[in-house]
């Protein structure tokens, strides 16, 4: 089964791992036949996201963590690219 996450639960599981979307990442992790479905959009607004200082005074993440992260979805994630029509809804 392939699961898509918009940034906002990215982010919310990011900043507070106690929540529902912390959670759901978990159970991502734990079972294998569950995959995260993300497109290159997704992982840039989410990075642009995390990298605000607001956000990374906040909780305490560097740089260099967040470009971890992004990183770390990218390679347990099954990558989609966008078709042109449907980048034209946003």
Do not use: C, W
């Not at 991502?28 to 995260?36: D, K, N, S, V, Y």
């Not at 990075?47 to 770390?72: A, H, L, N, P, Q």
């Amino acid at each position: 089964m392939k699961l898509t996450l918009d940034t906002n639960v990215l982010v919310s599981a990011f900043v507070s791992k106690q929540g529902h979307p912390g959670k759901l990442i978990d159970v991502i992790l734990a079972f294998p036949e569950i995959r995260l479905a993300l497109s290159e959009p997704i992982l840039l607004e989410f990075r642009d996201v995390m990298i605000r200082e607001e956000v990374r005074e906040r909780f305490g993440y560097s740089v260099k963590e967040v470009e971890s992260f992004v990183e770390d979805l990218r390679r347990v994630s099954n990558m989609v690219t966008l078709n042109r029509k449907m980048r034209k809804l946003h």
